[in-house]
């Protein structure tokens, strides 16, 4: 028996791409009739930049200018209160209950939420122009987090389906197969769960997967996991993902290569390690 | 058919003037004289079903010839004022005149207004043949329909998606090129770059966390200034990239707009190619058809779904619809003059005639607590309508009309129509509004109104001669001759049949014949008044029906008649009334000295009746002034003033050239409260005052009108059958006497169109019609005295009035005379 979600809890900060984060989780919170909490983080890195005596910043703008601390408070303060107003009209929208807190500290997931929770986050930080985005630094920093954690790229669409990658069967693989089995009735997704490469533990592995779902009305298949990424990355698209489900002992799970899948992907990331 | 009634002249023995009847001096007229009749046994036909309806308008001939000529004319200027009496059938006649005429002229062209695509404030007009604009605003509608569908399929082909993802991904490489080279740089360097909520900022980087400020001043100075300086040599790699990103962004969103225009260019060529096919006869619409085309190419994106809906308003009802349909409107054709089931020029009516009814509106629709307008809201006037064709107005509800005689002066000044809103006319609101591209205006106008309306325009305002130089001078009566009877029994016709009334008989045309005379107020002519006619015709019909009779004869019209009297008589029985109990006091038997009846006539609504008034004289010792006491009290108008300041002249031209007329007068209508107007009181305002002078009295059996010159001779007055008929009703009230009756201008015989109950007393004698050629000839009648002649010297032979009268001024002379000899001693004794 798997630990269940008993909340959704939003991270938003001054940088990322903060809507289909707040989209996603309301959406998920109403089909499963949870609590929303938001959390603002105030990244203590850019207040410890702007620190420095020699602190600039360039803006599309207004050029080169000095980063003051004032400045970046000020800012803070601004995006925090936006923040919470979307979060508050999504609230609306789907007739929620919810809540909303600033914290100051690192900009990682790690602190953020109980046991219970679903974490949701930004996988993108806002462009630079009309094309250039900077690397998120919550993906560089995913590897110490414990709970689930979805990185929301696109806003939520139905249909279509999700696709785990689970390369061990663990507990930690069976709680991330049962939420995505739950995102998958919520959204009206089809699940495709790959497991390992070796073609001949396939059968044992799909009946785990039966086993473990039994009882949730999915169109659900079981595949062996392509070893090139290339081909994983192939398969993912010819299935028209919606989310994919990644199990933290997995390669592609690793910061560097979760950045890149996150780059390349139209879709949303779950992850739990 | 030939009709066959006979004129008076033929009927009657004419005593003087051509063809003017007159009864014997000093006799009666007699009773033929009184009325002329329509005998039905004249009319050649039994029913009026029998007759064709008349070919052209009844006795209007001058006022047809100036229409028809005004029509034919196109030069600017030549619009018709079409002048006349109420009721004359102006706008029936000049309306089917128009309609007649509109029928054999070309279908004027239709009329749309269509986006400005370079100046939406700006709306342009474009004229099509008749019955093609229709076809262009639905082939409009069609195409935006068809491209909404097939735009959006053009955006999402493999062909369109592939080249938009390389022109992204070219652009997106270039920029993460440029940046990825300059982080991979700063990493090399223990840099880090950090995006900032605004931009991106530098950061020293140690074990992959940021140098916080104590980490950083605890290093030694010199790995201090080290860093700084790196810092700021990668800072201005990132300045100088930073700037090149608006460049990018530029190239690339012109490069997804030119392959935008170009599968947009492809997915409409064909479509466009179609619709320009049907127009290619018009240079003005194909040129609209580029511009349309253009603009698709530049704002392809409205045909597409948006991205994603608007946070916050996509539940709003009705929004996405009302933004779909704002995005479209530009493309409509509106259609402002259709005249696609137009057959002929348009013959247009407007009984509202303001600036809006006439040139058109601008309206505007709420839209998300706004009022906005654009072309599709420009709604046509009666101008639009009528352009190419007649516009037939009402001169006074134009002239009160709230700024339509000056909209309408200033479009036929111009040559064009003008659609602006009041408020920009009167620049009376600041907001900007539409200035539409003005149409060329092809129109006469014809305006109808009353003859003082025309002439006063005619004087007063210059604009008004320049636009309307022709008049239609719609005639009140016409000669009433056998072929002008028949002319109208064939208009009863008409309106029997347009009316669906009662079968009509010859002797209610008969009966109809003699009204008409009596409305025109002469034996001899016909009134045109059409309304007037058409009204008796369906009062009779009704009174027909209401006795359940099938056919209107000469009763039911008589009984139509009596009601319309009898419906506004109240007035005239309540004077009759107070004539018989003396309220009013009426000498209809006796004599009087200084007294005689006259007789006026009072109009109120639609009736006009006769009421006799006692006009009395007094004289005394004076300089020779008659005084008008209703002048006095500004009761008088100067008509009647001017006829009493005759008096003055005929009695100083007849007694004054041998002696001073020392004598004062004054003339009063008693019982008179209100306003005496006109001079057909003067005859019997200067018997009154000889009566006086000869001290003779007055028979008051009868009473008098007719106005008098200054050598004493007696004019024609009007009314003259009122004012008879209401001196009979008098004397019916009072007691008739076999005495009584009126005396009439000689010259007013022709218009006696009497009651038949007066014609009957007349004819048995019991009441008398006596027609005056001269003063002598009236104060003889009343006074049953001589007047006399004068002889070589001057002198009146003795028993005369005049002599009587002579002799009274004589006696004044000299006492004027011994009078100013006293005055002139008592002086010299002083």
Redesign the interface.
């Known amino acids: 028996m798997t630990q269940p979600v008993t909340r959704v809890v939003v991270s938003l900060d ?2 990322s791409e903060t809507a289909p984060a707040i989209d996603t989780a309301a959406r998920l919170a109403a089909h499963w009739h949870l609590p929303l909490h938001g959390v603002f983080v105030e990244d203590e ?2 207040i ?2 702007a ?11 207004t ?2 200018g000095p ?1 003051t601390k004032d400045h ?1 408070e000020d ?2 303060r ?2 925090a209160e936006r923040s919470r107003r979307e979060l508050a ?1 999504a609230a609306a929208r789907y007739d929620l209950q919810w809540s909303f807190e600033v914290v100051r500290g690192p900009l990682a997931t790690a602190a953020l939420g109980g046991e219970h929770d679903l974490v949701v986050a930004g996988a993108m ?2 462009p ?5 985005r ?1 690397a998120s ?1 919550l993906l560089s920093r995913t590897a110490t987090t414990a709970r689930p954690l979805l990185l929301a790229k696109c ?1 939520w669409e139905s249909g279509g389906s999700i696709f785990a990658l689970l390369r061990r069967r663990g507990p930690q693989s069976a709680r991330i197969l049962e939420i995505a089995a739950q995102i998958a009735v919520s959204a009206g997704s089809a699940l495709t769960v790959a497991g390992p490469s070796d073609p001949a533990s396939i059968d044992e592995f799909a009946a785990w997967v039966s086993g473990l779902l039994e009882g949730h009305s999915l169109s659900l298949q079981t595949e062996a996991a392509a070893s090139e990424p290339a081909a994983l990355l192939q398969r993912i698209i010819e299935l028209d993902c919606r989310l994919v489900v990644l199990e933290g002992s997995t390669d592609e799970a690793e910061p560097e290569e979760l950045r890149k899948l996150v780059g390349r992907l139209a879709c949303n990331v779950l992850l739990m390690r | 058919l030939a009709a066959t009634e006979p004129s008076r002249s033929q009927r009657e023995p004419s005593s003087g003037g051509v063809g003017a009847p007159a009864g014997e001096p000093g006799r009666p007229l007699p009773a033929a004289l009184l009325y002329r009749r329509c005998d039905p046994a004249d009319l050649p036909f039994e029913m009026v079903s029998e007759l064709e309806e008349p070919s052209a308008p009844i006795g209007q001939d001058r006022a047809v010839d100036a229409v028809e000529f005004a029509v034919q004319i196109r030069h600017k200027g030549y619009n018709i004022y079409a002048l006349g009496p109420s009721g004359t059938g102006k706008h029936s006649i000049i309306e089917d005149l128009l309609r007649r005429r509109a029928e054999r002229a070309p279908t004027p062209p239709d009329w749309c207004y269509v986006n400005n695509f370079v100046d939406p404030a700006k709306p342009r007009n474009l004229r099509l043949p008749s019955g093609r604009a229709s076809g262009l605003r639905e082939a409009m509608r069609r195409l935006v329909g068809e491209l909404r569908a097939a735009l959006p399929a053009a955006f999402e082909r493999d062909d369109y998606r592939a080249r938009r993802e390389v022109l992204d991904q070219q652009f997106r490489a270039r920029s993460e090129q440029a940046f990825g080279e300059l982080q991979r740089r700063g990493e090399q360097r223990g840099i880090a770059m950090l995006r900032t909520p605004m931009g991106l900022a530098l950061a020293p980087r140690r074990d992959s966390k940021v140098l916080t400020p104590e980490m950083f001043e605890a290093l030694p100075e010199a790995e201090r200034e080290r860093i700084q300086h790196e810092l700021e040599e990668v800072q201005g790699e990132l300045e100088a990239v930073m700037q090149k990103v608006p460049q990018w962004e530029r190239e690339h969103r012109e490069a997804v707009r030119a392959l935008s225009r170009e599968t947009t260019g492809a997915a409409i060529a064909l479509m466009m190619n179609e619709l320009r096919t049907g127009y290619r006869d018009l240079p003005d619409v194909a040129l609209y058809l580029d511009a349309v085309e253009r603009d698709i190419k530049e704002n392809a994106d409205d045909f597409l779904p948006p991205a994603q809906p608007r946070e916050g308003l996509s539940s709003a009802p009705g929004f996405e619809d009302a933004i779909t349909e704002a995005r479209f409107r530009r493309y409509q054709v509106n259609v402002i003059v259709d005249n696609g089931e137009q057959r002929g020029a348009p013959v247009i009516y407007e009984d509202n005639p303001t600036h809006q009814t006439l040139v058109g509106r601008v309206e505007h629709i709420a839209r998300f607590g706004t009022l906005v307008t654009d072309f599709t809201l420009l709604t046509p006037g009666a101008l639009h309508r009528a352009n190419g064709g007649y516009l037939v107005l009402d001169a006074q509800r134009l002239l009160t009309g709230y700024f339509g005689w000056a909209s309408l002066k200033r479009a036929l000044n111009a040559g064009e129509i003008r659609l602006e809103s009041l408020e920009q006319l009167l620049s009376l609101a600041s907001t900007v509004s539409l200035q539409p591209e003005p149409i060329l205006l092809d129109v006469k106008v014809i305006m109808l109104g009353p003859p003082l309306l025309y002439y006063l325009l005619s004087t007063l305002d210059d604009d008004f001669k320049e636009l309307f130089k022709i008049a239609a001078d719609f005639d009140d009566r016409l000669e009433r001759t056998p072929e002008t009877t028949l002319i109208y029994a064939r208009f009863i016709a008409a309106v029997v049949r347009r009316k669906k009334l009662l079968p009509v008989d010859r002797s209610a045309v008969a009966r109809a014949i003699e009204h008409l005379s009596r409305v025109a107020g002469d034996a001899d002519r016909l009134s045109t008044g059409l309304r007037g006619i058409v009204d008796l015709l369906q009062e009779a019909d009704q009174v027909a029906a209401g006795s359940g009779k099938q056919m209107v004869t000469a009763a039911e019209v008589q009984g139509a008649i009596d009601a319309q009297f009898r419906r506004g008589d109240r007035v005239y029985r309540r004077l009759q009334e107070e004539i018989g109990r003396r309220t009013i006091r009426i000498e209809s038997h006796g004599e009087a000295i200084g007294q005689v009846n006259g007789l006026s006539v009072i109009s109120l609504g639609g009736l006009a009746f006769g009421h006799p008034s006692r006009i009395t004289a007094s004289i005394r010792l004076g300089r020779g002034e008659v005084v008008d006491i209703e002048r006095e009290v500004e009761l008088g108008g100067p008509l009647h003033s001017k006829g009493v300041l005759i008096l003055s002249g005929f009695l100083g031209g007849r007694f004054g050239k041998t002696r001073p007329l020392s004598l004062n007068a004054s003339l009063v209508f008693e019982q008179s409260y209100s306003g005496v107007e006109g001079d057909s009181a003067s005859a019997a305002e200067l018997f009154a005052l000889l009566s006086a002078l000869a001290d003779s009295p007055i028979n008051q059996s009868f009473a008098v009108t007719g106005s008098v010159d200054q050598h004493g001779r007696i004019q024609a007055i009007g009314g003259v059958n009122e004012k008879i008929e209401g001196f009979f009703d008098a004397c019916h009230i009072t007691g008739f006497t076999g005495q009584q009756g009126v005396l009439i201008p000689a010259s007013n015989i022709n218009h006696l169109m009497l009651r038949h109950d007066v014609v009957a007393a007349a004819a048995a004698e019991r009441f008398r019609i006596f027609p005056i050629e001269t003063v002598d000839h009236g104060l003889s009648l009343l006074t049953g005295l001589p007047a006399g002649e004068p002889d070589a010297e001057g002198n009146y032979p003795l028993g005369t009035l005049n002599h009587r009268i002579a002799a009274r001024l004589d006696a004044f002379a000299a006492k004027a005379a011994e009078l100013a000899r006293s005055v002139a001693a008592a002086e010299a004794r002083k």
């Open positions: 001054a940088v890195e850019l410890g930049l620190g420095l005596p020699f602190a600039r910043q360039v803006t599309l703008a050029g080169l980063l970046i800012h803070f601004a995006f009209a930080t806002r630079v122009g009309d094309h250039y900077v630094r806003r």
